[in-house]
Structure formats: C-alpha cells, structure tokens
T-cell receptor, first 115, second 114 residues
Framework: SAVISQKPSRDICQRGTSLTIQCQVD?????MFWYRQQPGQSLTLIAT?????????ESGFVIDKFPISRPNLTFSTLTVSNLSPEDSSIYLC????????????FGPGTRLTVL | GDSVTQMEGPVTLSEEAFLTINCTYT??????LFWYVQYPGEGLQLLLKATKADDKGSNKGFEATYRKETTSFHLEKGSVQVSDSAVYFC?????????????FGQGTTLQVKP
C-alpha cells in the first residue's frame, strides 16, 4: 500500500488564525480525501481532493473554511481557516488505491488544538 | 442514506478472551465493508475488508464475514492480547455511487487487561 505522510503531526494555534496541513504520498493516486475526527468521535469526510479541479465538499463543509489544493497526483493541502476552538480535531488524509477507490489508506493525522 | 452502527463501548476483556464487536449497516446497492483500527495516538489502519456477500475478511487473527441477509459485519478474534487495545471502526463505501466516500460507525473502544 502507499506510504502517506502528513505535516505537521500536531499544532497549537490561536483563534482567528489558519493552519495548512500537507499530505504527501509516495506514489501517484487517483483519489485523495480529507477527514475530520473530532475528540472522541468518529471520522467525517470533509471533501474529495480532485487533481486539477476544485475539491468536492460534503454537506456542512465549505470552501471558504476548508480550502483544498491538489496540484498533482501525489500531494494535497487542507487549510482550516479562521480557527475557533470547535476546529480542534484530528485531520486525516486518505488515498484510494488502484482503479477504484474501494480501499482507502490513511495518513497518520494532524492533531490541531485551537486556543 | 447509508449508515453504520456499532456496539457501544468500551469493551473490556481479559487477555485470551474471545472478542466480538457487532456492526450492522444500512446501504443501497452493494457496499464494500471494512474494519479499521486506531491505536492510541496513531492514525487509522486498515484491518480487513470484504467486498461482496459471504466474503470473509481476515488479518492478524481478526475475522469478519459479510452477511447480506442480516446486513452485518461483526468483528471477531478468538484470543485477544493486550496489544489489541485500540478503537475499532466499522465502515462502508457506498455500492450505489462511485464517490469513494467512506461512512464510519461511531467506533468501539477495546481494552484488554493482562
């Protein structure tokens, strides 16, 4: 399976600032996804990062708050903007391997704390 | 819409005990089913999967069988170890769309005591 890395692994940010999270894969992949895991909760899909076009956002998530870039088939960024304490979560990227997205593999996650 | 329901935790077992974590789902079409595991302080790891009815996924002594008639995918292990202590997530990808979206259950915490 693909090796996925994320930067930073954790960060503490002030209210009103932004954090950009990077996701790097060691091979080209078709599908990349961003998930949020709020404290003690399950994972929720934020958006699908599409290479060369705008990301596809799930209900409840908007581009102004969670802008995403996908400049090539091995890299994506998620920015969490105008931070509030409610944004404190673990953010994970995942990739779908092979011809379909049937199986996803996850990065190690970025733990964000907003003060 | 599609959904996944897991048994509530925490589940606390003694080492070498038998483990069952129940998972049921609601989905249109023919979803693929997964179990992911999250060890303390780490990301998600794929534990096993099944892509069609009656398939059995297995890995590291864990097993789960795709039961279409009962819409279930229960996770089992014959003899748990302390190192199995983690949060286990059941998930599905929709069989009726090709978006690749994973829908997760709420997670079940397993604590194994020596």
């Amino acid at each position: 399976s693909a090796v996925i890395s994320q930067k930073p692994s954790r960060d503490i940010c002030q209210r009103g600032t932004s954090l950009t999270i990077q996701c790097q894969v060691d091979s080209q992949v078709t599908m990349m996804f961003w998930y949020r895991q709020q404290p003690g909760q399950s994972l929720t899909l934020i958006a699908t990062a599409n290479q060369g076009s705008e990301a596809t956002y799930e209900s409840g998530f908007v581009i102004d708050k969670f802008p995403i870039s996908r400049p090539n088939l091995t890299f994506s960024t998620l920015t969490v903007s105008n931070l509030s304490p409610e944004d404190s979560s673990i953010y994970l990227c995942s990739v779908g391997e092979g011809k379909s997205t049937d199986t996803q593999y996850f990065g190690p996650g970025t733990r964000l704390t907003v003060l | 819409g599609d959904s996944v329901t897991q048994m509530e935790g925490p589940v606390t077992l003694s080492e070498e005990a038998f483990l069952t974590i129940n998972c049921t789902y609601t989905a249109t079409g023919y979803p693929s089913l997964f179990w992911y595991v999250q060890y303390p302080g780490e990301g998600l790891q794929l534990l096993l999967k099944a892509t069609k009815a009656d398939d059995k996924g297995s890995n590291k002594g864990f097993e789960a069988t795709y039961r279409k008639e009962t819409t279930s995918f229960h996770l089992e292990k014959g003899s748990v170890q302390v190192s199995d202590s983690a949060v286990y997530f059941c998930a599905l990808t929709s069989g009726s769309s090709n978006t690749g979206k994973l829908i997760f259950g709420q997670g079940t915490t397993l604590q194994v005591k020596p």
